[in-house]
Each structure stands twice: as structure tokens, then as C-alpha cells.
């Protein structure tokens, strides 16, 4: 082999090597950034998900209006004329709503753009969660967090706080107003266990047969876990508000954090697979793959700040000055 066939296969192989540190520099160089860019494929899933055939049908604008019923007066109203908009030209409204999302996601990717597509997802979070998930149907007795309250598409903008492009640790929020933001958040999870849609006899019965996952196995094992705990939903309420309840203080008052995020990511998990269908991805109609994974990504997002700490000061404490060296002075001659 000559010397320029080995300096060219060196070259390439050179090449070879520094193509994978790059794409990980750019995509996956530090926490923050990788939710980033995990963020950014599940909007991009999202946009997919939306131009399926089914949402250019009128079954969606159903679907939409559907999100309706039992909500109070301005819900109501609001959510209808929102449903009537986009059954007026599906044709046009699905491909903007599916385009956005797409956007959203390639901005994420594209480090240059991460503020203006999160800045941006902030107002297309609003939009879809109060015209297409009703705001999780919070304002009626059916939110429950088996099957996604208080809403997947809420979870993208928690998220984007919390990874916004920033020095300091917590994004805009900080990390001790993003601790603050994970407490609420499971404590709200905790109330809602313990509302009427989730702690009745039969709630967590009728919630794992919901949603069609269009796999025959986890059908059947909706329906057989359905069948174990009929009758048992009060108790599994009440286990699982203790539960919320305690991973949202536990991570807010840094007590063993890190061990309670882990329970965090294992609950919801749980949560996505068995009611949640995987989102219902596989069955047809779903949107986005409900609220499982991005409670995880949230605690992803956490797991850095629980082992932040801002430096302390003690009252009437201050550290004395290291001395510096002094030339010696210069003898007179």
C-alpha cells in the first residue's frame, strides 16, 4: 500500500471516529441537552402522529367536540368553537396543526433555534391543551392520572422550563422553582387520586380498559389486571396519593431525591404501558403518546438539580482574604 492510500485511509478513518463525538456534542453534550433533543423527537412523533388519515376525517372534529361534554359554560363553548373551526377545513387546519409540531421539533434539534421553538411551544401548549384536551378535563370529575390527567401536552411546557437554555441550574424557573414546580405537580396528582373518578370501587378498573393499545397481548393484560382489581380502587387510590405525595415532597425538600425520581420514572412507566396503551399509538386516533413519557423526561430533566445546592453564607461570616504575596521592598543602594 502506498504512503497515500495509508494517509487517505487513516483520513477516513479519522473521520469516522469524529463523526459519532460530534453528533453527540451537538445533540447530546449535557442533561439539559438531552432532554432538548428528546423533546424535540416527541414533538416531531406528535406531527407524525397528526397527519394520519384519521385526522383529516371528521371522526377528530368528534373527537375534539367529544372533550365538550359536562365541562363547565366557558369550556364548553370554547372548546365546540374550536371544534367547529377545524371541521370547517380539516384539510387546511390538520396540516397547519401537524406542521407546527413538526417545527417545534426540528427547532429543538437545531441549537441555534432551541429559545424561539420553546418560546414558541409555550403558546402551542396553551392552544392544544385548552382546545384539544380540554385542560385535561380538570374542570370535571373524569381527570385521572392512570390515564394521563393532568394532561400530556401540559408536560412539554413544565419541561421546557425547566431545559431552557440558561447558566443557571432549573432553566427559567431555577432549580428551586423547579423543585417547587415538581411538588406541586405531584400533589396535584395526589388530589386527584383521591377524587371520585379514581377512588370509587371500579375507577381503576374501567381505567385500564380505556384505551385500545392495538396489541392483542396488552389488551388482554388491561383486561385481566382490570378484572384482579375490581372492587379494590379506593385502596389502590389512596396507596397511589401516598405515593404522588411523597415523590413530590421528598424531591422538593431533598430527601433522598434521587431514589424518589426513580420511583417517579417506575410509576410511569407503569402508567404508560398497562392503561395508557403506549399512548394508544398502535391502535390508531392517538395524537401523542399521552402523559407516561413525559412525566419521565421531567424527572429526567430534575435528576441535575437534586444534587445542586446554592452556596451558603452564615450570618456574620465572611471568609478572610487569602494573603497575597508582597515583592519585598527594594533596599536603598
Not at 469524529?18 to 423527537?41: E, H, I, K, M
Not at 383486561?223 to 379494590?232: H, K, M
Request: aromatic fraction near 10%; hydrophobic fraction near 55%; charged fraction near 10%.
Amino acid at each position: 500500500m502506498s504512503a497515500d492510500a495509508v494517509g487517505r485511509w487513516a483520513d477516513e478513518r479519522t473521520r469516522g471516529s469524529l463523526a459519532p463525538a460530534s453528533l453527540r456534542a451537538y445533540f447530546w453534550s449535557d442533561n439539559a441537552r438531552r432532554v432538548q433533543t428528546v423533546l424535540g423527537l416527541i414533538w416531531l412523533l406528535d406531527g407524525g402522529l397528526q397527519f394520519q388519515s384519521f385526522m383529516y376525517s371528521h371522526g377528530f372534529a368528534r373527537m375534539l367536540a367529544g372533550n365538550a361534554a359536562g365541562q363547565p359554560g366557558w369550556v364548553h363553548d370554547s372548546v365546540m368553537w374550536g371544534a367547529r373551526l377545524a371541521n370547517g377545513d380539516l384539510s387546511v387546519f390538520n396540516t397547519l396543526f401537524a406542521a407546527t409540531q413538526v417545527l417545534l421539533g426540528l427547532g429543538l434539534l437545531y441549537r441555534p433555534l432551541v429559545r424561539p421553538a420553546l418560546a414558541a411551544s409555550f403558546a402551542w401548549v396553551l392552544i392544544v391543551w385548552w382546545f384539544g384536551e380540554a385542560f385535561g378535563m380538570m374542570f370535571m370529575d373524569m381527570a385521572q392520572p392512570l390515564t394521563g390527567a393532568p394532561g400530556g401536552v401540559l408536560m412539554y411546557a413544565l419541561i421546557g422550563l425547566v431545559v431552557w437554555p440558561r447558566e443557571r441550574p432549573g432553566g427559567l424557573l431555577g432549580a428551586r422553582g423547579a423543585k417547587t414546580m415538581w411538588a406541586a405537580l405531584w400533589l396535584v396528582m395526589a388530589w386527584l387520586w383521591l377524587q371520585a373518578p379514581s377512588a370509587s370501587a371500579n375507577a381503576t378498573s374501567g381505567a385500564l380498559t380505556k384505551v385500545d393499545s392495538g396489541m392483542g397481548w396488552l389488551n388482554s393484560l388491561q383486561s385481566s389486571l382490570a378484572g384482579d382489581s375490581r372492587g379494590s380502587g379506593l385502596i389502590i387510590a389512596l396507596v397511589l396519593a401516598g405515593l404522588s405525595a411523597a415523590i413530590g415532597v421528598a424531591v422538593a425538600a431533598d430527601w433522598r431525591p434521587r431514589l424518589f425520581l426513580g420511583l417517579a420514572i417506575a410509576l410511569n412507566l407503569v402508567y404508560w404501558v398497562i392503561p395508557q396503551g403506549l399512548g394508544g399509538i398502535l391502535g390508531g386516533g392517538a395524537t401523542d403518546p399521552n402523559s407516561g413519557p413525559l412525566f419521565v423526561l421531567l424527572a429526567c430533566a430534575m435528576y441535575p438539580l437534586v444534587a445542586w445546592r446554592a452556596p451558603r453564607r452564615v450570618r456574620g461570616f465572611e471568609p478572610e482574604p487569602e494573603p497575597v504575596a508582597l515583592a519585598p521592598a527594594a533596599t536603598p543602594s
